[in-house]
């Protein structure tokens, strides 16, 4: 009984020991700390939409699958659009315009849309032969300095201070022009890689009605500075990948070089000139193989025989090259060789079967 009692007691006694050291570390433990909203924000990456750079778990998730593919073609394709955008603004506004490529890059199309400022104006223009849709996206600083340069206003090399303001109905007509006159030449810049057609859909003015993709879709983003007498602003291009997918072969090959415009008379004269000239054709009468020894024994008057018969095709060949093949006969007194095979002819004749098989592939 006594032993009983001692477990009994000192499990009280366990019990309150216990008991007596979770007060103490209820008096010493210090106050639980709550996550403010920015600090959320920022370990979920959701902290100040429309930055360049996000952290957090969705940095990690948005940029997992989001991969650059470069693409040589669609750069020689803005450099173009530059120059001739350069010379058709100039034309537009008659004042000094100055154009560059600032940035080509992929970015997810939801993520673009979040770094538009309001007010905006997007343009959307569709691809006719590839049915398919992108953006065009006008700054408002630019859309300003378009006002004051078209219509007479300060003549200021100071940057505009945007309003907030919605645009007037002038301000989105000019836009609209300035667009049209971007697509034209657009076009004209894509003509090289494929035949299309760029032209104007509508307008937005609100970020989400210009959704023509999935957000999570990638696009290729495009930044063009427009200067117009020392201020101006940024035209941006943002293509998804799955608009330009059909001639997507042809952007991701390597430039080699453009095409120079020749001088056409002088093609004709060397055409001419190379069609008259004069060649040597040298017919092989027969061929055989023979010790060195004998063909050493040879003087004039020897004979050799052939095992060439008078059926048996001859080679006409023109600086080492096979062009005719032939019966030797005899004609006025001359030896001569009919033509049974062309080989020129043949060889052309494949080459054009050739193109045209690769017309009927690409098509």
Partial sequence: MSDAAEEELSDEELAAQWAAEGEIDEENKEPERILSQDEIDNLLGSAGVGAKESGGINFLINNSKLSHERLPMLEVVFDRLVRNLTTSLRNFTSSTVDLSVDEMTSVRFGDYLDTVSLPALLTVFKAEEWETLSLLYVETGLVYTLV????????????????????????????????????????????????????????????????????????????????????????????????????????????????????????????????????????????????????????????????????????????????????????????????????????????????????????
């Fill in 148 to 363: 004051d340069t078209l219509l007479g206003g300060k003549n200021e090399t100071a940057e505009l201070k945007v309003e907030g303001r919605p645009f007037t109905s002038i301000e989105r007509g000019l836009v609209k022009e300035l667009a049209d006159i971007i697509l034209i030449d657009f076009t004209q810049a894509f003509s090289s890689i494929a035949p299309v057609t760029f032209s104007y859909d509508r307008m937005e003015t609100t970020p989400r009605f210009a959704a023509i993709v999935r957000p999570v879709d990638a696009a290729i983003l495009v930044n063009v500075r427009i200067t117009m007498e020392g201020r101006g602003g940024n035209v941006q291009f943002c293509i998804p990948y799955a608009s330009i997918e059909p001639v997507r072969d042809q952007i991701v090959q390597m430039f080699m070089g453009e095409k120079s415009g020749g001088d056409s008379m002088w093609s004709g004269h060397l055409q001419s000139e190379v069609w008259d000239a004069e060649v040597e054709v040298d017919t092989i009468l027969g061929e055989m193989s023979i010790p060195l020894g004998e063909a050493l024994k040879w003087k004039v008057g020897s004979q050799i025989v052939l095992r060439t018969k008078p059926q048996s095709l001859l080679k006409a060949s023109v600086g080492g090259f096979k062009i005719l093949e032939g019966k030797a006969g005899r004609r006025d007194g001359f030896v001569s060789l009919r033509v049974e095979q062309n080989m020129i002819q043949k060889k052309l004749q494949r080459i054009y079967e050739d193109q045209q098989n690769h017309k009927k592939e690409t098509s």
